[in-house]
């Protein structure tokens, strides 16, 4: 990683990143609360970084048109490797979070680390060398379906991905690509994306996600609320009185995602002779109007809704969004949701509160660990995964 960045130019970087356009020398003045020569420093070592560039976008309203700066997209590359129950993506973005690459692979988590990683990592080799990228530096995101710790990046005795506990994730991807790599829970990069780019406002943002497993992300006041050790928001492994009892792939009795995760939805359908594999295809077959996929994914979300109406009650969320695969089903499932946050929630803690669907697409996780990478790069965020020993190459 680059040398840190003065608290000023940090805060620079963070008004040009929330802004749609350039942003004048006097309009980050007043941002700083500072005088425009004080900036000049601050400035200076960015445009020597590569960070950011003058605008020439500017329009002129009479006499010298004004300086003004915007982020440069050259500045660095964000690597993606969005690993998911039953499918893999791998992205590459530049400085201000826009794609410029995505890949994917339809691969079973417990395929295993080596397999799935090892595509992901060529895959994002072949990616920054299609993708010229003028030797901006690069950065590695890895988001993972289970509990990471925060400090280490360590997954520890992740429930849907069982043959992953114990294996060194960041070490490996670090031995095959030339990038400092922080490995994140794929709920948290959504989190991130949905807040960044469509809920800048919320104050308390909730997501929850649908897919194999049933996960949660929070985001307060702007950042991520990862908890002590890195395993806040894992709704799917609080109890549930709809659960009756089933079993759980953590090892706990009476778990939401028991019930409501695609994992158990598959295995109770192939129980009853439905040809499915995946969330995916059990999505499909409600879509159909398949009447026992139906009564099932109907229960599921009675049972998700039941804990988000929990979840609801303890933080007061603003906005919650709903995310994940199990979407695919239809409008039934949101509003399944919905119901339940109503019914057990108390209305001071429902009053204006949004609850709706993520429009972010399939590329979610791809953009949301952009995000966590821009936030890292500007300085916004500490990682302290970034302080351990790297192996070398």
């Not at 749609?20 to 005088?35: K, N, Q």
């Not at 031995?175 to 800048?200: C, F, G, T």
């Not at 998700?304 to 919650?320: F, I």
């Not at 499932?333 to 057990?344: D, I, P, S």
Request: charged share 15%.
């Amino acid at each position: 990683m680059p040398q840190p960045l003065s608290d000023r130019a940090t805060v620079i970087l963070e008004v040009l990143r929330r802004q749609t356009a350039p942003v004048s020398r006097t309009d980050l003045a007043a941002h700083l609360g500072v005088a425009r020569a004080t900036l000049t420093e601050a400035l200076t070592d960015l445009e020597s970084r590569a960070l950011i560039q003058e605008s020439t976008t500017t329009a002129s309203t009479g006499g010298r048109p004004p300086q003004t700066f915007e982020l440069n997209p050259s500045g660095a590359t964000i690597g993606v490797i969005d690993v998911g129950g039953s499918r893999t993506r791998v992205g590459l973005a530049d400085f201000t979070g826009r794609l410029l690459d995505d890949a994917l692979l339809t691969e079973n988590v417990e395929a295993g680390p080596e397999t799935i990683l090892a595509w992901a990592v060529a895959t994002l080799n072949d990616m920054v060398s299609t993708h010229d990228r003028d030797g901006s530096s690069l950065l590695v995101i890895v988001g993972l379906p289970g509990p990471v710790d925060f400090a280490t990046g360590e997954v520890v005795s992740p429930p849907i991905m069982s043959n992953w506990s114990g294996f060194d994730v960041r070490a490996f991807v670090t031995s095959k690509i030339d990038a400092p790599v922080i490995i994140e829970n794929d709920v948290n990069l959504i989190a991130l994306a949905e807040h960044r780019l469509d809920y800048p406002d919320a104050k308390v943002l909730l997501v929850i996600k649908l897919g194999t497993g049933v996960g949660g992300g929070l985001v307060i006041n702007g950042e991520l609320l990862r908890g002590a050790r890195g395993a806040a928001g894992d709704i799917g492994h609080t109890q549930s009185t709809r659960a009756h009892g089933a079993q759980c792939r953590c090892g706990h009795v009476g778990c939401v995602e028991a019930v409501a995760g695609g994992w158990a939805l598959v295995q109770t359908l192939q129980s009853r002779g439905l040809d499915v594999t995946n969330i995916t295809d059990v999505a499909v077959l409600v879509r159909d109007g398949e009447p026992t996929a139906s009564n099932h994914v109907r229960a599921a979300t009675r049972v998700v809704g039941q804990a988000v109406a929990q979840a609801v009650s303890l933080l007061n969320p603003d906005t919650v969004v709903i995310a994940g695969e199990m979407l695919q089903a239809g409008d039934a499932v949101l509003a399944t949701v919905r119901e339940g946050v109503y019914q057990y929630s108390l209305p001071l803690a429902t009053h204006d509160l949004r609850l709706v669907p993520s429009s972010l697409g399939p590329l979610v996780g791809l953009k949301g660990g952009a995000q966590l990478g821009i936030d890292v790069l500007v300085g916004a965020v500490h990682m302290p995964q970034l302080d351990l020993h790297t192996p070398a190459n």
